[in-house]
DNA sequence: GACATCTGGTAAACACTGTCAAGTAGTGAG
DNA sequence: CTCACTACTTGACAGTGTTTACCAGATGTC
């Protein structure tokens, strides 16, 4: 007398199991069992492994993109910083998550017109917003705003990844306000905008 | 009467299926076949798959570390500038190899002692030697070097993964220089020193 | 030369995996 | 009552990593 089996349990369990053990150690058999139901009932809900997946990272990008309404009303620069922080939080924070959104080709969907409702072109797109607002506003040197999102993704992303990769790295929770505040001084912002300057 | 099957060369054609095929595409069996021997030979040289794996990213490090000799007799920050596009260029023409190098957690052992002749530790080791000579040179402004290292493997390990993940973002190439360009402005370096200010 | 030993490999098997084809309870409509 | 449909199960196929037991052939010793 279980729930009817929708695709979005089979996504929720998927996604609680990946974040406990992995997306690598994830079976679509594990899943089946776990949900009280042999493998092949899955097939009705999902087309293959990768299709799920394809879901539970889905369900992550649109996990990040919420996490940056916590922006929502601060200054052009103060959200570039805020959204780069809940960005290092939610890798951080949920490790194997984060590793499977961006495994291999799936944020291709960033600038993939056909999935523009993604939570991945969300996220970017809010981002891109306030560049645009900063350079407007003088906060930031004049540029193609999209190059400038983009340098500022590829360092957040960067720092992220290389302390997923190498815990300890960060063991102060300095490394990633030094490139905000490096990447930022080098695009012409002011300094003092980002907080705990060293 | 082939060779005689050493660790080695069971390594290399690992390595060059991976870079054919991907690293999740890689099968132990598979690897034995091409070797025209079965699955359980392979253990008396290695321990185990993810063993096999290891040994792969390990021979990626040491192919990294080599590209940086390019870098040999330039100046401190024209140096970082040269090993930064080295570390890209390896990211674009070996993108599978590249992945399985920073898949999971292999590459804590940049900063691990027992390691310390690991092809990533090298690499690292040679790149903080440059951003230390910078400082003393007056080229950046003055911090820690370990610091402004990883600030800089950061940005620059940050703009290979994106560019990996959304290809044609690069398309015209001039990401990684806009990266390099904006973290050593942010570090204090002239920045008439990075090539083609955009 | 004959015998024991050791090496590098094979065969078979275990416990898994993703996926497909066919079959079967249960349910609602006519 | 029967038909059709939904939601699931059984069973199977081909493949995986890994272990155990075995075997041929080279090697070294008497």
């Known amino acids: 007398m279980n729930e009817p089996l929708s695709r979005h349990v089979i996504v929720a369990t998927a996604l609680s199991m990946v974040e406990a053990h992995g997306a690598g150690a994830l079976s679509l058999r594990g899943v089946a069992r776990s ?65 499977l959104m961006f495994r291999y080709r799936p944020a291709a969907i960033v600038l993939d017109v056909d999935n523009e409702l ?26 193609d705003p999209l190059e400038l999102a983009l340098v500022m993704w590829s360092a957040v992303h960067g720092v992220a990844t290389v302390c997923l990769l190498a815990p300890g790295l960060n063991a102060d929770g300095r490394l990633v306000d030094q490139v905000l505040h490096t990447v930022l001084r080098g695009m012409g912002a002011s300094v003092t905008a980002v907080g705990g300057a060293p």
């Open 118 to 143: 993604s939570g991945a072109t969300q996220a970017f797109d809010a981002s891109l917003a306030h560049v645009v607002a900063a350079i407007e506003a003088g906060l930031l040197a004049p540029g």
């Open 35 to 99: 949900l009280g139901v042999t493998a092949p009932a899955l097939y009705d809900h999902v087309d293959s492994k990768s299709d799920l997946l394809r879901a539970v990272a889905e369900s992550g990008y649109a996990d990040l993109a919420g996490s940056f309404e916590s922006s929502r009303g601060l200054g052009p620069l103060d959200a570039m910083v805020e959204n780069a922080r809940q960005y290092f939080a939610f890798a951080m924070a949920r490790r194997e998550l984060f590793s």
